[in-house]
């Protein structure tokens, strides 16, 4: 009998065995898929867990993205409500949510407004944020103004310029895109963009909470503003800072002339006020130069009261003086850099972080909006994004299709900005004057340069022909009632410091792509095949 329990034993130890090895396998090859679906694949939170540069673990937004969006000012909401409204899956990444509180970027032209309601945000700069129609501006020179009114009379009773406050736009523009459900809108800091192999395939960020994150997708545009610390990764920067905005606001004051920017052609520089809500009038002291007085220790309210007040029109002395004594003066450097896109799969840059130029005439957000409804145009054929060097050779024709608006408003700020300064140089004085009176003539003089600042007429050619039309004008004053050897020499000069105004101007926005862009290959790139 011992022989049956020795066997009996013998076989319970092999089932067990087996047992074991099978019971061990099933585990090993759970743990293998566990570590799989961790290192590939989403885990309970939504994310993936991708190693860092440090060697840590961050985690990693799920790859069901389709654009990355950096930034959430103008161009960055504008851009992710119309891709969103597209049927695209964006993520939008803004360092800060609460409402932006800045003196530039309050001043809408029509063009602008018109492209606003092409991507359907129009309710965005209306009577909600105590938005204020502008119909035009009024120019001051030594006592002398004149009125120049937008050429509207072929469209509706509803289009004009709009100002407001930068914040409030900004913030309604975040709540339409917070409606789509298609549209992620997080509060984070993107510190770097995420390359493989010469592409773009998402950006890394830091979130609220701090922690590092990852964002993928197949097209990344970044529109982080003008201090954008992106931009060298897809682009030759040039930045240049001709001079710094002093920001005052003038309270339950009327302005001469209602509902129209004001541009006093001071000593050194242009004086603007335009309102902002309907009791605020926003006043900019352009500074020229980087270094500005210091407003802590006085300096500041000492240079507005002793330089710029006696500069200002007498219906808005008591309001402008009142601002100064209050305090809450404001300073910001104004930018200017050419766009010099390096093409690059993956990514593109918009708004400010793409180009800029200087602020006088109130022109940033109708280039950023009018590339925007490009862009748009451009994507809308396209069902899938995932081939970026397609994608790239694609896209290269933006950069050539949005010369005609970028240009035109670019270069007309650069020239108008030089031209409007004062100098102790004759010939640049001359010139000064010969705009204004140009200006005040009435008619194509008036109309035509009007209709180039608005942004409802991005021709290039009209705007050189305007500008070199007031050198002209000022060459011909000189020449009556008699050309002596003196004012010839002065109209030479004046003629050659026009044209040193404008050309290196026109180099570097690119004379093909501003006067013959149907020359460039990149004009006729059609939609990759899918």
């Not at 120019?139 to 103004?145: D, P, R, S, T, V």
């Not at 242009?270 to 270094?291: A, M, N, Q």
């Not at 708004?351 to 909006?369: C, E, I, S, Y």
Request: hydrophobic fraction near 40%.
């Amino acid at each position: 009998m011992d022989y049956q329990y020795v066997l009996c034993g013998v076989l319970v130890s092999l089932l067990g065995s087996v047992f074991f090895m099978i019971i061990n396998t099933t585990l090993s090859g759970e743990k293998k898929k566990v570590v799989e679906k961790v290192s590939n694949g989403v885990n309970g939170n939504g994310y993936v867990w991708m190693p860092s540069q440090n060697g840590s673990f961050v985690p990693d937004i799920a790859r069901g993205t389709d654009v990355v969006i950096v930034g959430a000012g103008v161009a960055g909401a504008a851009l992710a409500y119309t891709l969103g409204k597209e049927g695209r899956r964006v993520h939008v990444i803004e360092r800060d949510l609460s409402e932006p509180d800045r003196i530039v970027g309050e001043l809408l032209q029509p063009g602008g407004y018109l492209k606003l309601i092409e991507l359907g945000l129009e309710d965005c700069a209306n009577e909600s944020i105590d938005a204020q129609k502008v119909f035009g501006y009024a120019l001051y020179k030594n006592g002398n103004a004149t009125k120049l009114s937008y050429p509207l009379e072929n469209y509706t009773s509803d289009i004009a310029g709009r100002s407001f406050h930068n914040g409030r736009f900004i913030q309604r523009m975040r709540e339409r895109v917070a409606t789509l459900k298609n549209v992620t809108l997080e509060q984070g800091t993107v510190t770097t963009l995420i390359e493989e192999k010469g592409t773009i395939k998402g950006v890394m960020y830091k979130n609220k909470a701090g922690e590092e994150m990852r964002s993928y997708a197949p097209l990344t545009i970044v529109c982080d503003g003008c201090f954008s610390n992106l931009r060298r990764n897809l682009c030759t920067p040039n930045v240049e800072n001709p001079s710094c905005f002093v920001g005052l606001i003038l309270e339950n004051c009327d302005l001469p002339h209602a509902n129209h920017g004001h541009v006093i052609l001071g000593d050194p520089s242009p004086i603007l006020f335009y309102p902002i809500s309907g009791t605020e009038v926003r006043c900019l002291v352009d500074v020229p130069g980087t270094k500005v007085p210091s407003v802590a220790n006085g300096e500041m309210a000492k240079y507005l009261k002793n330089v710029v007040a006696p500069q200002v029109p007498p219906q808005l002395l008591k309001a402008f003086l009142a601002a100064v004594e209050k305090g809450n003066i404001r300073t910001m450097q104004n930018k200017s850099m050419a766009a010099h896109p390096q093409p690059t799969p993956g990514a593109i840059l918009l708004g400010d972080a793409f180009n800029m130029r200087h602020p006088l005439t109130g022109g940033g957000m109708t280039v950023a909006l009018s590339d925007i409804v490009l862009l748009r145009d451009l994507l809308r054929p396209l069902t899938d994004l995932n081939d970026a060097p397609a994608l790239c050779e694609y896209l290269e024709s933006f950069y050539t299709l949005r010369k005609p608006v970028s240009s035109t408003i670019n270069t007309l700020a650069g020239a108008l900005y030089k031209v409007f300064c004062a100098s102790p140089d004759p010939a640049r004085q001359e010139m000064r004057e010969a705009c204004f009176d140009y200006l005040s003539l009435g008619g194509l003089c008036t109309r035509g340069p009007i209709s180039l600042l608005s942004g409802l007429n991005p021709r290039p050619i009209h705007l050189f022909l305007h500008f070199f039309a007031v050198a002209v004008y000022g060459v011909g004053r000189l020449m009556i009632p008699f050309p002596t050897p003196k004012r010839v020499w002065l109209a030479t000069r004046l003629l050659l410091g026009a044209s040193g105004i404008i050309f290196p101007i026109i180099k570097g926005e690119g004379v093909r792509q501003m006067f013959f862009p149907a020359t460039i290959p990149a004009y006729y790139r059609a939609p990759p095949l899918e």
